[in-house]
């Protein structure tokens, strides 16, 4: 399974967050993981805060990963009230666009940087957390 073509951006996010909850050693970015996986705290500030406390390089960027999304998902949201005003949204939606690719590239950088640490469990806990991701986001 890839992440780019089978996982909803939202999904990747998360599979990244975990990924690098096994590795993060800052109780206080757990604390910020666990909210964001929850869906108590998706909000850009508060990753931005987690990726300057993280200890662990996969950990700072899953959390880059969950700012650029919530920061995509504010952005989609003007798109929307824009077209509805009847005005134009093209701009808007291609910095969207823009947005959801930088986040991707966080995501993918932060599960190689996870990879290449030696997450525990190795591939079934890459499956595991996979599944994780997919089923609760």
Known sequence: ???????????????????????????????????????????????????????????????NAARLFDLAQALQTEAAMLSAEGRNAGWTLDTVENRNTECLTEVAEAIRLADSEGAKGGSARRAELLALAVRHH
């Open 1 to 63: 399974m890839s992440l780019g073509d089978d996982l909803s951006i939202a999904q990747s996010v998360a599979f990244a967050i975990l990924h690098a909850q096994d590795l993060e050693s800052n109780s206080d970015w757990i604390g910020w993981a666990k909210s964001w996986l929850n869906g108590d705290d998706r909000s850009a500030s508060a990753a931005a805060a987690a990726a300057d406390i993280a200890v662990n390089p996969a950990a700072r960027h899953a959390a």
